[in-house]
C-alpha cells in the first residue's frame, strides 16, 4: 500500500467525488434518524451529529475516502441512559466519549488495530453485512395502534417492486456508464417515477420531519460534579471503545479496498474531537459507518471532498431542502442498502472455511454470529481473545530440544521455540534432572525468551537442578534476553 499525498487527498476526479458524497448523504438521512429514533432522541439530533462528525472526520481525519456519522452501534449502548436522564446527559457523554477517543489517538494507540487477525476482519465485515440487510427490514413494516405490522396487498407490492427496481438500476448502470454513481441514478430515479405515478408508497418524511434550524453552540445542561461523571463515564467509556474498534476495523477495510494506506492515529484524534464537537452543538455521537462507507466508495469517492461533501449536504437538506427530501422513496434506499449489504458481504469466506485452519473457521462464524446478536465490541473482543488463545496453543507446543551427547564432559540441549506462559510445562518436560549424568549445558541461541512467566520458567529449571546435585548452566543468550533476566535478579553465569 501507498500513502496518499496531499494532492491525491483532496484534487483528483472533483466531479465524481462530489456525486458520491451526494449519494452518500441521501443514505446517512434515514439511518442517521433510524438511529435516533432507536436512542429515543429528536431524529435532528442524529442529523446534527452526522453533519458535524463526517464533515469533520473527512477534512482533518486520517483515512480519505471514509464516511463517519451517528452510528447504530453507538445509538444503542445509550438507550438507557437517555430513558433514566435525558437528552442533556446524552449530550455529556458525547462529549466525554470523545475526549476519550481523542486520548486514543494522542497516544498513538490506533496502531493495536494491527493486532486485530484476519478471520476476525471477515467475521465483522460479514456480521455488518447481515445486520445492514436485517435494518432494511423494518421499513417493510407498517405502523398499527397494536404496534407494528408487515405490509400486505398492493403496498407490499410496490414497495418490493420499486427495491427491485432499485437494485437492478444500480447493478446494470456501470456496465452501459460509469459518469455517474448508480446508486445516485437509482434513488433520483425511483423518485421521480414514484412521484409521477403517484405511487402510495412510504418516504422520508413518514419516518420524521428534518427541517431545522442550524445546530447552535450549547453546553450540556448538566451539573458539572463527580455525580454526574460517575453517571456518564460508563457509558461515554462503552461509547469510545464501540466507535474506536468500528472505526479502526472500518479504516483497515478501506484501506484494503483503495489499496490505499491512511493514518489511524490521526482518524482516531478527529473522531475524538469532532464527536466532542458534536455534543457541544446538539448532536449525536458517531464513528465510521461501514455501510455508507462501502456506498461513497462503489460511487466513486476517494477523497476528502466526497466525505466532507456528504456533512454538508446533510446541513442543507435539514436547513432548505427537506421539502423534498422527504418525497424520496423508502423503497429507493432499502433497494440501495440491499445492495451495499450483498457487496460488503465476503462470499469468498463461505469457500474457504472449509479450507482454512478449523480454529480460524471458529473465529469467523463466531464473530459473524455474535456482531448479528448483540454488539460488535463484544463480538472483536471475543474473536480477538480466540485467535489469541488458538496462537499460544499452537506456539506452546512447538517448543523443543535437541540432546547432544558428542561431548563426554557435558550434555547439551539445544532449544528451539519461544518459552511464554502457555509453553513452561512443555519446556519443564524436556529436563530430566535426575537422569542426567554430567553437567548441563542449555543453548539458547534459538530459543525468544517472551515473558515473566519464562524469567520463572528459568529459576525453577536451575533450582531442580540445584536440588538433584546437578551443574546447569546456559549459553548463548542475546543481549535482549540476558538484559531482561537481569533486570529479574536472575543471574546466569554464561560458560
Known amino acids: 500500500m501507498k500513502s496518499q499525498s496531499l494532492r491525491e487527498q483532496w484534487l483528483p476526479n472533483l466531479p465524481g467525488n462530489l456525486l458520491a458524497g451526494l449519494t452518500t448523504a441521501f443514505a446517512l438521512v434515514p439511518e442517521c434518524i433510524a438511529f435516533a429514533?432507536?436512542?429515543?432522541?429528536?431524529?435532528?439530533?442524529?442529523?446534527?451529529?452526522?453533519?458535524?462528525?463526517?464533515?469533520?472526520?473527512?477534512?482533518?481525519?486520517?483515512?480519505?475516502?471514509?464516511?463517519?456519522?451517528?452510528?447504530g452501534s453507538m445509538a444503542v449502548v445509550i438507550v438507557a441512559l437517555v430513558v433514566q436522564h435525558g437528552a442533556q446527559y446524552l449530550l455529556a457523554t458525547v462529549v466525554l466519549s470523545g475526549a476519550i477517543m481523542a486520548l486514543f489517538g494522542l497516544l498513538r494507540l490506533g496502531k493495536l488495530i494491527r493486532m486485530v487477525p484476519h478471520p476476525v476482519m471477515i467475521g465483522f465485515v460479514n456480521g455488518l453485512a447481515i445486520v445492514i440487510a436485517t435494518a432494511q427490514l423494518e421499513h417493510f413494516k407498517t405502523v398499527t395502534p397494536q404496534g407494528s405490522a408487515w405490509l400486505e396487498g398492493m403496498p407490499l407490492a410496490i414497495m418490493c417492486a420499486l427495491v427491485a427496481l432499485t437494485m437492478l438500476v444500480v447493478y446494470v448502470l456501470p456496465r452501459i456508464t460509469r459518469a455517474v454513481p448508480p446508486?445516485?441514478?437509482?434513488?433520483?430515479?425511483?423518485?421521480?417515477?414514484?412521484?409521477?405515478?403517484?405511487?402510495?408508497?412510504?418516504?422520508?418524511?413518514?419516518?420524521?420531519?428534518?427541517?431545522?434550524?442550524?445546530?447552535?453552540?450549547?453546553?450540556?445542561?448538566?451539573?458539572?460534579?463527580?455525580?454526574?461523571?460517575?453517571?456518564?463515564?460508563?457509558?461515554?467509556?462503552?461509547?469510545?471503545?464501540?466507535?474506536?474498534?468500528?472505526?479502526?476495523?472500518?479504516?483497515?477495510?478501506?484501506?484494503?479496498?483503495?489499496?490505499?494506506?491512511?493514518?489511524?492515529?490521526?482518524?482516531?484524534?478527529?473522531?475524538?474531537?469532532?464527536?466532542?464537537?458534536?455534543?457541544?452543538?446538539?448532536?449525536?455521537?458517531?464513528?465510521?459507518?461501514?455501510?455508507?462507507?462501502?456506498i461513497n466508495l462503489s460511487s466513486g469517492g476517494r477523497t476528502r471532498?466526497?466525505?466532507?461533501?456528504?456533512?454538508?449536504?446533510?446541513?442543507?437538506?435539514?436547513?432548505?431542502?427537506?421539502?423534498?427530501?422527504?418525497?424520496?422513496?423508502?423503497?429507493?434506499?432499502?433497494?440501495?442498502?440491499?445492495?451495499?449489504?450483498?457487496?460488503?458481504f465476503a462470499w469468498g469466506s463461505l469457500r474457504v472455511l472449509g479450507k482454512v485452519p478449523r480454529n480460524d473457521a471458529l473465529v469467523i462464524v463466531a464473530v459473524t454470529i455474535i456482531t448479528v446478536f448483540t454488539d460488535l465490541a463484544v463480538a472483536v473482543l471475543c474473536g480477538i481473545v480466540v485467535a489469541s488463545l488458538n496462537f499460544a496453543w499452537?506456539?506452546?507446543?512447538?517448543?523443543?530440544?535437541?540432546?547432544?551427547?558428542?561431548?563426554?564432559?557435558?550434555?547439551?540441549?539445544?532449544?528451539h521455540g519461544t518459552l511464554f506462559f502457555a509453553s513452561t510445562s512443555h519446556f519443564q518436560a524436556l529436563f530430566q534432572?535426575?537422569?542426567?549424568?554430567?553437567?548441563?549445558?542449555?543453548?539458547?541461541?534459538?530459543?525468544?525468551?517472551?515473558?515473566?512467566?519464562?524469567i520463572v520458567a528459568f529459576e525453577t529449571l536451575r533450582e531442580r537442578y540445584r536440588k538433584a546435585g546437578r551443574s546447569i548452566n546456559f549459553i548463548h543468550l542475546s543481549p535482549r534476553h540476558r538484559h531482561m533476566l537481569e533486570r529479574a535478579g536472575v543471574r546466569l553465569a554464561e560458560a
Do not use: K
Not at 540432546?403 to 532449544?415: G, I
Open 37 to 71: 429514533l432507536v436512542a429515543q432522541v429528536n431524529p435532528l439530533m442524529g442529523l446534527y451529529g452526522a453533519f458535524v462528525i463526517c464533515t469533520l472526520t473527512a477534512l482533518f481525519g486520517g483515512r480519505p475516502g471514509m464516511i463517519s456519522g451517528a452510528a
Open 183 to 294: 446508486a445516485l441514478v437509482a434513488i433520483v430515479g425511483v423518485g421521480v417515477l414514484s412521484q409521477w405515478l403517484h405511487l402510495p408508497t412510504r418516504t422520508l418524511g413518514d419516518m420524521a420531519h428534518i427541517a431545522g434550524a442550524f445546530p447552535t453552540f450549547r453546553l450540556p445542561q448538566v451539573p458539572f460534579d463527580l455525580a454526574t461523571l460517575r453517571i456518564v463515564f460508563p457509558y461515554a467509556l462503552l461509547m469510545a471503545i464501540v466507535g474506536l474498534l468500528e472505526t479502526l476495523l472500518t479504516f483497515n477495510l478501506t484501506d484494503d479496498i483503495t489499496d490505499t494506506r491512511g493514518q489511524p492515529n490521526r482518524e482516531c484524534l478527529a473522531l475524538g474531537v469532532s464527536n466532542m464537537v458534536s455534543g457541544m452543538f446538539g448532536g449525536m455521537g458517531g464513528c465510521a459507518m461501514i455501510g455508507q462507507t462501502m
Open 305 to 344: 471532498i466526497s466525505g466532507a461533501t456528504a456533512g454538508l449536504m446533510i446541513l442543507l437538506f435539514v436547513l432548505f431542502l427537506s421539502p423534498l427530501i422527504e418525497r424520496i422513496p423508502l423503497a429507493a434506499l432499502v433497494g440501495v442498502m440491499f445492495v451495499v449489504a450483498q457487496q460488503t
Open 394 to 415: 499452537q506456539h506452546a507446543r512447538e517448543i523443543r530440544a535437541e540432546v547432544r551427547d558428542s561431548d563426554p564432559e557435558a550434555r547439551t540441549y539445544v532449544l
Open 433 to 454: 534432572p535426575l537422569a542426567d549424568d554430567r553437567p548441563v549445558v542449555v543453548d539458547c541461541r534459538h530459543l525468544l525468551v517472551a515473558d515473566h512467566s519464562a
